[in-house]
Each structure stands twice: as structure tokens, then as C-alpha cells.
């Protein structure tokens, strides 16, 4: 019998649209499949077959993408409730263009491809909510995708930078992750960051310490 915390945690995804009972039977025979990944382990590498939904139930996993140069880039984080695959689950060519990580326990939901056609079909509020959620995601990716792409490291930097001062109402910011997860997120090397933080603190724009950046402008 599926847990209650499974139960409500499938409230905040596509499945919401169907009742308790049924959730209950198509876990129970199988329809339905919760697999387990522990933090840090890979759940999918660039170039794998998609030939399954996933939904997030809990835990939270990263979006990377490995450049020609050999930069790690953090595209960007789902959470529960988000989607993975399902934006490339019909497509010609279904397969992962980078690589999902968990960044902790994660718990995720499959739907095999024949299934979830069969849910799309037979409910069309499943449809309806399918449709936006694997729009938003696509939407996300290609934002973050274009975002790093267009920008130089120094705006990137400050974007960043400007956003966690808004966030945490001060110009001295604590940085809320080690620097090397931070260039992750920028597409960059770890000295690479070093580097930039180095120029920008001899042009007067931060002074920074191990733990944290004071804007000056």
C-alpha cells in the first residue's frame, strides 16, 4: 500500500488530477514505479535513451551540461514536483542532451512510454497538465541555456551577485554555496572564477573573503 507521504507528494505534480484510489491501484500493480537514487549519483548521462517520465517526489537534482572546453555548467535545479523527460519522451530523437545528477536522496515516480501514452489519451485533464508543466520545463532550460551562452562570465557574476544582495537585503553577501558549486552553476573552471572575482575586486567593483562578497557599487 503506497504511503500517505507518497500520496500528497504526488498532489503537487501532473498526477493531482486523478483520485487517491486509482494512484493507489496503479502503484500497487505496478503501473506506477518509485525508484530511489542516493545523493550524488547520476540518474541519467548525456546521451541516454529517454523511454520513461519521471516526477520528482522528493530531493532535488541538477541539470548539467559538460562544454566542449570540459566546463561542468549547472543549467538548472528541479525540485518535487518537476518533470524529468518529459519534454523529450515523443520527440524523433529521445535522448538526454545532459546529464541529471541528484544533489541529495532523491525519490522519483516512472511512467513508461506506452503507459503515460495511454494516461495522455484516456485523461484529458492529465493531458492539460502534462502539457504546461513540460512546457514550463523546456521553457526554463532554454532561458538558462541562452542566458549563459550570450553572457560574459563578469555579467553572469554580477547578475548573480545583484540577485543574492536583492535576496538577502545587504551589500555583504554570504555566499550560499562553495565556490566551486558556484562555477558549476556559471559554466566555468574553479580558477576561472577565481580569477574573475580577482579582476573585479582591481577594478573596485567587490571585496570578497572565503565566505563572502561586499558589492561596492
Excluded at 553572457?151 to 547578475?159: A, G, K, N, P, Q
Aim: aromatic share 6%; hydrophobic share 40%.
Amino acid at each position: 500500500m503506497p504511503s500517505k507521504t507518497i500520496m500528497d507528494q504526488l498532489k503537487i505534480s501532473p498526477l493531482h488530477v486523478f483520485d487517491q484510489p486509482t494512484l493507489h491501484e496503479w502503484l500497487n500493480t505496478g503501473k506506477l514505479h518509485i525508484t530511489k537514487y542516493d545523493k550524488d549519483q547520476v540518474i541519467h548521462l548525456e546521451g541516454d535513451i529517454c523511454d520513461k517520465m519521471e516526477i520528482l517526489l522528493s530531493g532535488k537534482v541538477a541539470i548539467k551540461h559538460i562544454t566542449a572546453d570540459g566546463n561542468v555548467m549547472n543549467v538548472a535545479d528541479f525540485n518535487k514536483g518537476d518533470l524529468l523527460g518529459g519534454n523529450l519522451l515523443f520527440t524523433k530523437q529521445p535522448y538526454y542532451p545532459m546529464m541529471i545528477l541528484a544533489l541529495s536522496k532523491v525519490e522519483v515516480l516512472t511512467i513508461k512510454k506506452d503507459q503515460l501514452f495511454e494516461m495522455l489519451t484516456n485523461y484529458p485533464l492529465f493531458l492539460k497538465a502534462y502539457l504546461e508543466v513540460t512546457s514550463e520545463n523546456t521553457f526554463i532550460l532554454s532561458s538558462k541555456i541562452k542566458h549563459h551562452v550570450n553572457l560574459t562570465l563578469r555579467d553572469r557574476l554580477l547578475i548573480y551577485l545583484k540577485s543574492e544582495s536583492k535576496h538577502q537585503s545587504k551589500k555583504t553577501i554570504t555566499l550560499p554555496e562553495s565556490k566551486k558549486a558556484l562555477a558549476e552553476k556559471l559554466g566555468v573552471e574553479r580558477t576561472s572564477l577565481s580569477r574573475e572575482l580577482k579582476k573585479m575586486k582591481d577594478d573596485g567593483l567587490i571585496e570578497f573573503d572565503s565566505k563572502t562578497i561586499t558589492l561596492l557599487f
